[in-house]
T-cell receptor
Framework: DAGITQSPRHKVTETGTPVTLRCHQT?????MYWYRQDPGHGLRLIHY???????DKGEVSDGYSVSRSKTEDFLLTLESATSSQTSVYFC?????????????FGQGTRLTVV | AQKVTQAQTEISVVEKEDVTLDCVYE???????LFWYKQPPSGELVFLIR??????QNEISGRYSWNFQKSTSSFNFTITASQVVDSAVYFC??????????????FGAGTQVVVTP
């Protein structure tokens, strides 16, 4: 257990509204990631962070922004939610580089945009 | 670009049967990691196994075993003597190892395993 908490766990929002999802970790891992899970696509990387204030885009970053002002928190923002952003969002963390590391995932946030 | 293909959408078996999940990957990197994750109906993602690209030794861990073959870019996963609790979606994933892309996972679409009593 990497001490990952995602909030909220469920959210329904209206098209056009801003939404922020939070990922909080307690283990001071350097690397953090946001993925979305959709049927037929597995999980796809939205954004990732390799340190405080160091972030970069993933495969499906359009319509999303992120911020990491503290090691423990990685925020994902949908500036203006659209129905295509209805999905399950997972946060993941990973230790420093090394041979025997793997990503640990949060419980997921189910977001519905109506 | 990396790509992971899990051609099997769903596999249904009766308890105690063996289940083999196929995974084929594409990458231009010579060093990479391969993973299998399990997602039970409760929704969380559970790490199962990891393999480094430079270690093709196949292993068994309890009821799980895997067959990693670089020559065919395959990383297949087998559950021996399946149980109802093995019912889940299983994801194969590939990870780069460069500094600025550490840990970024490329997932396959997943294979739903249904084990009936």
């Amino acid at each position: 257990d990497a001490g990952i908490t995602q909030s909220p766990r469920h959210k329904v929002t209206e098209t056009g509204t801003p939404v922020t999802l939070r990922c909080h970790q307690t283990e001071n891992h350097r690397y953090m990631y946001w993925y979305r899970q959709d049927p037929g696509h597995g999980l796809r990387l939205i954004h990732y962070s390799y340190g405080v204030k160091d972030t970069d885009k993933g495969e499906v970053s359009d319509g999303y922004s992120v911020s990491r002002s503290k090691t423990e928190d990685f925020l994902l923002t949908l500036e203006s939610a659209t129905s295509s952003q209805t999905s399950v969002y997972f946060c993941a963390v990973q230790e420093e580089q090394g041979l025997n590391t793997e990503a640990f995932f949060g419980q997921g946030t189910r977001l519905t945009v109506v | 670009a990396q790509k992971v293909t899990q051609a099997q959408t769903e596999i249904s078996v009766v308890e105690k049967e063996d289940v083999t999940l196929d995974c084929v990957y594409e990458t231009r990197d010579t060093t990479y990691y391969l993973f299998w994750y399990k997602q039970p109906p409760s929704g969380e993602l559970v790490f199962l196994i990891r393999r480094n690209s430079f270690d093709e030794q196949n292993e068994i861990s309890g009821r799980y075993s895997w067959n990693f073959q670089k020559s065919t870019s395959s990383f297949n996963f087998t559950i021996t003597a399946s149980q109802v609790v093995d019912s889940a979606v299983y994801f194969c994933a590939l990870s780069e190892v460069t500094t600025d892309s550490w840990g970024k996972l490329q997932f396959g679409a997943g294979t739903q395993v249904v084990v009936t009593p």
